[in-house]
DNA sequence: CCTGGAGAAATAATCGATCATTTTGACTGA
DNA sequence: TCAGTCAAAATGATCGATTATTTCTCCAGG
């Protein structure tokens, strides 16, 4: 056998998983959506089954709500779950980041380094539309937060962090599509990394934490409203 | 409208997947098992969609594993990943616990004695067959655990925190299956929950950090031999 | 004896028809 | 006007046939 480096072709229930996973993070679905599964299936030419089971991956990731007999819809958004969390990433990602720390060697620090300076140099904006952000940054942005814990030592731990960081995103996304928008991050993030990598542990946390705390507080008053469309 | 309580029949996926979700913690479906979606379905007397929903949730909460186009199979086990589920536990549940004893009221602490309670009066195995667990205990196990967390503030920390507790729930099942069951562990849950309604922050957390490391130690010992038949 | 490959069998994925449930909307009588 | 009722329409769930892919089997050539 020679094709060794057969790339598997994904199923169409993967495939389609993923665009409408994107296009909820991303905030073009919004919070309470009805997702009729006839219209997806028309959307993404094929039949029903394959629609049906990305649904039903997206509802267990918690990305979507089922209701017996009652389909599918985009989960919702509250305030209070903002707040939530909020907290839980502050606490779980204050726990990566003192074990990385603490055990991560100058691979760590350098992967920490690495992923900062693609952050930095990645422009958010795709150049010839303004209003069009960059999907290359989002992967970049997740690439640089996941950086500060991946020396940890538990891939639970990682993966819990990366839950965190994807529900924390679909707001963000929500907030930007209502047209609010945080100054440039990049001096934040530069200081984070610096921090890091200077292995002073308080300061690090401090800044996640304040960093965590402060997109919350802008996404905050955007969401009140988008709430209200969830019923 | 009249029907207020009407009670909501569960679709034969839900079902399908609440089975399969068992079998899959109570150690019945090995570790690395091929899924056989015709099987499953003449098993459940069903179609194949049903089937198939239910392990597209199962795999995307992790308790099963797809490669596309060569179906399902239970996510296997390893003795390293336990490590790292058990250094998550540790972790996660050391901040719970900490924010509720900081945060619960008399509320928290009624509900831990009382589910401590419902665990201690619980029997571990069903009175007639000495070998076969009692199904009750698995839930008011879990329910003290949590309620050891509650009051932390989060939800998604606790639903970190039941994830996390369910896994390791497979590891401790697999265990059992094949032969080695710790020795009763009610003391330990009684002395937990005297501290933690004590409010002795590090007391608890030092007990419970044992309680996990007790029980992934003696688990351990038992994986290895599983992990082979993975492949 | 081993390797590779063609064809057969097994299995997974998809489709669209069908069945079940929920939602809608028009109608009725207080 | 407003519940309440019922049938029609819309939508969700399920089924089994069909299609696509992988896996198995056996045989030829070295």
Redesign the pocket.
């Known amino acids: 056998?020679v094709n060794e480096a057969i790339e598997?072709?994904p199923?169409?229930?993967s495939s389609i998983y993923l665009l409408l996973r994107n296009e909820i993070l991303a905030g073009k679905l919004l919070p309470g959506a009805?997702?009729?599964?006839?219209d997806l299936s028309k959307t993404y030419a094929?039949?029903?089954?394959?629609v049906?089971?990305a649904l039903n991956r997206l509802s267990a990731e918690g990305l979507a709500l089922?209701a017996?007999?009652?389909?599918?819809k985009v989960q919702p958004v509250s305030v209070p779950e903002l707040a939530d969390l909020t907290q839980a990433r502050c606490w779980v990602n204050e726990i990566g980041v003192r074990e990385s720390i603490e055990k991560g060697n100058t691979d760590w620090e350098e992967a920490v380094i690495l992923s900062c300076h693609r952050l930095k140099r990645t422009p958010r904006f795709l150049p010839e539309q303004e209003m069009i952000p960059n999907p290359k940054w989002a992967t970049v942005h997740k690439d640089f937060h996941q950086s500060l814990i991946s020396a940890c030592g538990s891939n639970w731990m990682i993966d819990t962090c990366s839950r965190l960081f994807d529900a924390a995103e679909r707001y963000r996304n929500l907030a930007r599509v209502a047209g609010v928008s945080r100054s440039d991050p990049r001096d934040e993030h530069q200081e984070i990394m610096s921090a890091a990598v200077d292995r002073e542990t308080d300061l690090v946390i401090e800044l996640l934490n304040a960093h965590f705390m402060r997109t919350a507080q802008l996404v905050q008053t955007v969401v009140g409203e988008t709430e209200e469309n969830t019923a």
Chains 1, 2 share one sequence.
Do not use: H, V, W, Y
């Open positions: 056998m598997q072709r199923t169409r229930a009805k997702l009729n599964i006839r094929s039949g029903l089954s394959p049906r089971e089922q017996d007999n009652r389909g599918f």
